[in-house]
């Protein structure tokens, strides 16, 4: 029997878009605000590094707390889409703040940056992104068209984190350069983020609980509502949970590795910072061409489980070519390796949050209660714990090997830092991933469950 559709096409495009808006403030932020700090306000890299990893771990807290919160929104918005639109200005007015920092103190310059970097990312954007994405699984109760949605969402986060990459640093010099150069770049994506959220918020709706074809799923949704502690002891029950998390953590702490350590790589490394461009470009397009066809790819390969375990092994080989092209600075090579390697790495975010609402849908079935904002906070903890984690061992590591921002030249053990944080860390955290990938048997979960109950039912 096929799944009922519940959207049109530009409705699973305005979703995607939310992408758009989120990316302007992440991938700046992600890529950028080191180097901004370093740079710019001339600002030690360990102290922010651990400033970042205090700032996080507040924002560990907010995530699940955001997420309980949601589940008892009642609103004519539904209760996802109010947090998403409000979290939307707190982000952008906080994206802004982050890139204008004052002249004062030191001291004073450092706790600015907390406080509104800690805005910015343990309540704003924490309402924010829970928010888009438990909406996907509020929006559509098709699962064919929530992979849809992953992949449309991860297209349009692919393609802002290249035009940020590739503008940011030119528009930055456009402006003015130093500190008012990255104040107006901040504000203009701001914006941007502001009206495009607005746009994918308006565009979809939630569909209502009486909508839901599965008559038991029904009768389960309405039968049990659970406290906000109940929710965490059904959150730890679920062993899938604790690994999407994992996975999660794990693949936004090498992408904020990579991302943080790609402008200095290419800087003092590779000599020529205009590759951070280039680089961005074999990284970002393979994986927008590959998410075009990765509901496809699903559907051949029978599971995400078969088709993103198949892809983590040439990610790893991809990463072995990589580390050899790297330790001659062979550009052609490096560039072949990231563009195969990214290619295969797509797939595992176009279905990230698929496999986080086929994680939902596995309490339901032995639980039997609905908890999407609680269990889609883990989307918001990998990107963003992840993300700080990444870039504060960034930090950490620039002041280990001895980095100094207003240095003309770096010493080699600085050298040696960044190129160990952009090639060797990467291949490392490559394998657990590619561990984490293996243990992420949800689907099949699920099908046996249903096999098993249905065959009780009918007997």
């Not at 297209?155 to 990255?182: C, D, P």
């Not at 339901?364 to 993300?387: P, Y």
């Not at 394998?431 to 990938?437: P, R």
């Amino acid at each position: 029997m096929n799944e009922k559709k519940y959207l049109k096409w530009y409705q699973k495009v305005a979703y995607g878009s939310g992408d758009l808006a989120s990316n302007c403030g992440y991938a700046l932020i992600s890529s950028f605000v080191m180097l901004y700090l370093t740079n710019a306000v001339g600002l030690n890299s360990a102290v922010i590094g651990t400033l970042m990893m205090a700032s996080k771990l507040l924002d560990g807290v907010s995530d699940i707390f955001f997420g309980g919160l949601m589940d008892k929104t009642k609103s004519k918005m539904g209760q996802a889409r109010p947090w998403m639109l409000y979290g939307q200005i707190g982000v952008s007015a906080c994206l802004f703040l982050v890139f204008s920092i004052p002249s004062m103190s030191t001291n004073m310059q450092y706790a600015y940056f907390f406080v509104f970097y800690t805005a910015f990312n343990a309540v704003f954007y924490t309402a924010n992104s829970i928010a888009y994405a438990a909406l996907a699984a509020k929006i559509t109760k098709n699962g064919q068209e929530r992979v849809q949605l992953g992949s449309i969402r991860f297209i349009f986060a692919t393609f802002t984190t290249l035009i940020v990459s590739y503008n940011a640093m030119t528009l930055v010099e456009k402006f003015g350069g130093g500190t008012k150069g990255w104040r107006t770049v901040a504000l203009i994506f701001a914006l941007i983020a502001l009206v495009v959220n607005t746009f994918s918020v308006l565009m979809v709706k939630e569909v209502p609980d009486e909508d839901i074809q599965n008559v038991e799923e029904k009768k389960a949704a309405g039968e049990k509502k659970v406290s906000f502690g109940t929710s965490l002891k059904l959150l730890v029950k679920n062993p899938y949970y604790i690994i999407i998390l994992s996975l999660y953590l794990v693949n936004y702490i090498y992408s904020g590795i990579t991302q943080g350590s790609a402008i200095y790589f290419m800087t003092y490394y590779m000599g020529n910072p205009a590759l951070l461009g280039t680089f961005s470009l074999f990284q970002l397009v393979p994986v927008m061409l590959i998410l075009t066809v990765t509901p496809t790819l699903v559907k051949k390969f029978g599971s995400m489980w078969k088709m993103n375990l198949y892809a983590r092994i040439v990610t790893l080989l991809m990463g072995v070519v990589f580390l050899v092209g790297a330790l001659s600075k062979n550009l052609p090579i490096m560039l072949v390796a990231t563009f195969i390697r990214n290619m295969a790495g797509g797939p595992l975010t176009g279905t990230l949050n698929a496999m986080v609402a086929e994680t939902s849908d596995y309490t339901w079935r032995t639980q039997g209660v609905r908890i999407d904002g609680v269990m889609f906070s883990c989307s918001s903890i990998g990107v963003k714990l992840g993300g700080g984690i990444g870039s504060a061992i960034v930090g950490w590591l620039l002041a280990l090997g001895g980095f100094d921002g207003t240095a003309e030249v770096q010493t080699a053990g600085a050298i040696n830092m960044i190129f160990s944080m952009y090639v060797i860390i990467p291949l490392i955290m490559g394998v657990l991933m590619a561990i984490l990938v293996y243990l992420m048997k949800v689907e099949k979960a699920n099908k046996e469950w249903d096999e098993k109950h249905l065959k009780g039912e009918n007997a």
